[in-house]
């Protein structure tokens, strides 16, 4: 039996970090450079104080990187210029697998022959002081996405660079992500980026973490994915993190979004109070549509639209924008100034007085509050003297299981579909601990579906590629 | 008779899961018993696990055209293990660049493939195809190895 | 509380070792093994000199380990579960043959494991193989069947003694069902008891006799888990030198995306054996690899300051009485080439390049010199950048760490 608790915070972090910081690629990195740089670092870099400010609307927040640091910048301009309120770094994937030598020749090759052969900035290999250049006149948060299963050293630069909204977690960057990267060492490597964060932390100006709840953003059950927050927000919690946003996908359903929000925040803010967590401020972040994305221009920006609608129907914080090119491939910056506009006019003409409540919301939160405390405290009930040993458990034993996670030990149990209102339902719930009571309630809410179109996988199918 | 057992698997360095997972579903509810061998597999791997099942059919899939690299001696390796006569399909993207259907199977027939579904997502058209192969006994391709 | 006290019989050495609560090491002692007073009196012995409320823990390779011989249907799975299985139980795979292997293998094993497919009715290329399948072409003490259940009659009327065990392949042709490590832990300490008559010291002590390998892969797991006052920080190797062979602990992650063999599934670190590598009983095999290897230059060239073409010479033609210390520093290149080259069979490529530890311990490291050993590693990441931390466990506290760690989160496998 695991009870979060401070006493998992890891005791010689200072000693860590020299081993951590001795990597050559840390370059002339030491554990003060962070501290000294954000001590003068404008507030409004933090993302606590630009959600202090904010109004009504969600922050807005487009996606981007692109490997030399004249692009970076001229991408960063841009979408400072066209509204974005969260500057996005994205990081290469050789650098997310901790290939920094591989990263650093790509990164010549790029600067040489003007073409990119990376897919994000590689911010290892492009080092701290020339990072901070591309912030300096900068008064709004930057975030870093990457993907890093094991993103002790990206985090220590992204610090130091003044990038103090950390994405990531040891689930959701783990299990989305890697055939085979082992989720117990995942799960430890982000205690670290958790502790650093609350080191380098002060009341006015915490450096925030974010979890990414989309998962494989395919047909990912909202039940699961609430677990999951609550897991990397506890798990966060107990190394001393005291911002945190929690985010899910939308799922196709607005009013399985509605319900998702509603109960995200609810047992978030529950879990971390009753395990005396209360100094932990939440937030809570929507992405757009993570699946397949419509190849027609105009099918793409109406999806843009209709989602910042919901986004901002549910109160989110911040909402991540797509673009109408992202079926297409990496998006140019004029493009991505493009979507901020398109979401940024939802936002300024609407107002979303208080959410929408229906007796359908209603049934549907309820599903997934009892669906999620059920499993969440199944693996509180685990073997395991700490938090993190009983989550390694639970996704050994397919208590945790994520449909269509390429990790060669996910339990691929679980089989989801769309009902008829095109909301995510759990068909087969494999080892995931269920209430008969709920099983039997999806089953009922899935009944008018099946009967219509006969074979699961072709359901599943049409479920997957629904926007496309 | 006992249900016919069928191995799947992704040829070659793709980790696309989704295609994987569909086809295990598919194949499940058609009523086989499906061995999932998911991502990164090399031909031993399919003929390997078909002789640990005593499988009837083996499913390959690629989807970035690298189908062509590795599957050009598939048969053989059945062959070798003493079980020449399991049905062999084939699907997905599976060759560089454009070349018509005809061509790419072909190609994949001698490779020793007996049906092939280039840039075909005809999940049921396979499926009912596995159905009718397997009320004919075995690979008729085998015979011509 | 209570004194803790731990006890590792070896091959030639028996060492005692009382530690804090906390697995750190209090106090150690090490004694030449009494072979006229025998394991179980040596160990009585040591026994009554402690309290009497002491928490003595035993583990022991004083037998060698346990070799087994596997014969599978299929190297990349039944044959691939099985190795994975015996040496997460700290024994000792000795070959892993098929059915149709000709003329067996005749070097003597402890077990010969026996099996192969799923379980189910109408195999016939398997039972055609195992009708095939002659045991006595092998040379074995027990023979266990973890193969398709409806088969297992075959087996037992052929070799009446045979045990059967369930079968570890299922669905997913990965072998989560440990069956097969749990059945060799068993099996191990009724080895040590029937050969060294160590019956009475069971009730004298807290747990079973473990085999010391899967202790030093505990301690091994525990330490790569952040969980130890030895601190790691990332993807790590540790290399266990002993007389008779070389073990190899590894953590999952560093193994090539493109390896074609894999380690146990759910498992996040794994072990080798090299039964051919060590310093004393394994001495000429591992002088023979030296002998033929084509970087034996450049190998001495790190290790040996003087007399170096003379003793390169003298080693090449085979003439050359090579120090416990060479060897050791042997063992350690041989480990390192087969695993970042691959070759070896059963054994999964490393991707040298991710590794930032290299932890050596066992009798055969004491000696070595840390910045010997750092070169030694450079030959195997030449490109890189990072070159991995060199750590020597000078006083066996990764034993330690094994023998006192107790998690309900290690792998079923």
Redesign the interface.
Known sequence: MAIPSAHARIDDIEKYRERVIAHPWAQDLTRDSARSYLGDLPRRRFPAVAYAEKGDAPLIQPRGGVPTFADQQALTRQLDEAGADFIPLTIDSNTRHNRYDVAAELLARSEEEEKNYLNGYPLIAHGFRLTRDLYRDLDKPVSLRHGTPDARLLAEVALASGIVEIEGGGICYCLPYSEGFPLDRCLLYWQYVDRICALHSTDAAPVHRESFGPLTATMVPPSLVVVVQILEALLAAEQGVTSFAVSFAQTGSPSQDVATAQVLRKLVRHYLDSFGFEAVNTFLVYHQWMGQFPTDRTCAAALITASAQIGGMIGADKIVVKTTDEALGVPTAAINAEAVRNVRYVFDRFRWADQIGSSHVEVEAELIESEARSVIEAIFDLPGELLWESVFRAFQQGVIDIPFSPHIDNANQLITMRDANGSIRIKESGNVPIQQADRKRERELLASREKASGKTFRSLLVDINMMS | M?VA?VVIGVIG?D?H??GN???Q??LS?AGFEV??????N?P??FA??A????ADAVFVSSLNGEGEFWCSDFRSHFVA???PSVLLYVGGNLVVGRRSQEDVARLFAQFGFDRVYHQS?D??GAIADLLEDLSHGHSERARAH | MATRVAIDIGSTVIKVAELGQDGSLVRQEFNDRDFELGIAGQVCAIRERLPADAEVMICSSANGGLRVGIVCLTPLFSGAVFRNQVLLAGANPIYVHDYDQEGGDLRPVDILLLGGGIDCSDAAPFGERLARFRAQNYRYGTLIYAGNKHFAEVVTQSCPGAVVIDNPLSGGLRGRNAVVTHALRDAYLDDLVQKEGVSELQGRISGPIRPSPEVVNRGFHRVVSNRSALKVSGPSILIDIGGATTDLHYTVEIVSEDSPCRPAAGSSVARYVFTDLGIFASRDSTLLQMRTHARTFEFLSHVQKVDLTEIYTLLREGEYDASPELLAYACLFLSLDRFVYGGEEGLPRADFDKVTQVMLTGGGAQALDEDIVAKLVCLFSPKQRNEPEVLIDRRYQIWAEGITWSTNTRAAA
Do not use: K, M, P
């Open positions: 006992s057992r360095d980790i899961v989704v997972r569909i086809i579903l598919a509810e061995f999932n061998l998911l991502t990164r090399r031993e791997h390997q696990a002789l640990e099942v005593n293990l003493g079980i997502a999940i049921d």
